[in-house]
């Protein structure tokens, strides 16, 4: 019976947590479809999301309110999903690795954008916060978001549970590396275009990972492929 009820309380908790991740794309979402309304003159197809936000936008109050669950309950969902996994040794090592990682970007990136907030919106980075948002803690969160999506892409190929979640990370990793590349070679007046793939990829992706909490997908042990 305490086993029993220990089980409940683990679902009911990993169900509430997978809810977070889809708490945290519509916070952030209502806050990058609303915010440009508070900003004068703000082109979403050349500037990017962070302008929004930076500390002399005239956008930032409204965006710390509509984004004020993005990160706190994106966190939530990515660190369950890290927990669930680590509880089950049978899932594989590539797997486990892969979320791992995720998580760690989440925290990377509500750790260091909270400390190094865009000082400027616009392509002047003369600020020292400004240079580490961009070329520090961007450049981390990116590459971490990579390397765990690959990881958990080809985790997807090779296992029967989690084929879902595989097609989705690499969903993400398409759009990531259309983002990233795009933002590094199409002309300027489309460079918020591609940002927005890559910031888009992650934050939809972590609520994939909170709709596998809420199916259990993640807490349940794998099922070995037949031979």
């Known amino acids: 019976m305490n086993m029993s009820r220990t089980k409940s309380l683990i679902s009911r908790a990993a169900t509430a947590c997978g809810a977070m991740g889809i708490i945290s794309l519509v916070s952030y979402c209502a806050a990058v479809a609303f915010s440009p309304l508070a900003y004068p003159g703000y082109d979403w197809m050349s500037q ?25 309950c ?74 765990s999506l690959v990881c958990i892409a080809i985790a997807g190929v090779r296992g029967t549970g989690t084929r879902a979640l595989g097609t989705t990370a690499g969903i993400a990793l398409c759009m990531m590396c259309a983002g990233a590349i795009g933002t590094g070679v199409a002309p300027e007046r489309y460079f918020g275009i591609f940002e927005r793939l890559s910031v888009f990829a992650a934050v939809g992706f972590n609520a994939a990972l909170g709709v596998s909490l809420m199916r259990g997908t993640l807490s349940r042990p794998r099922r070995q492929p037949n031979h």
């Open 48 to 72: 990017a999301v962070s302008d929004l936000s930076a500390m002399n936008a005239p956008s930032r109050e409204l965006w710390n309110r509509l984004a004020f669950l993005h990160g706190p």
């Open 74 to 147: 994106g966190l939530v969902c990515a660190t369950a999903a890290a927990v669930c996994v680590a509880r089950r040794r049978s899932w594989s090592r590539l797997l486990r690795a892969g979320i791992y990682l995720f998580a760690c970007m989440e925290w990377l990136s509500i750790v260091g954008y909270g400390l190094f907030p865009l000082e400027e919106a616009g392509k002047d980075l003369s600020g020292f916060s400004s240079f580490m948002h961009v070329y520090v803690v961007t450049t981390g969160v990116v590459l971490s978001s990579i390397v």
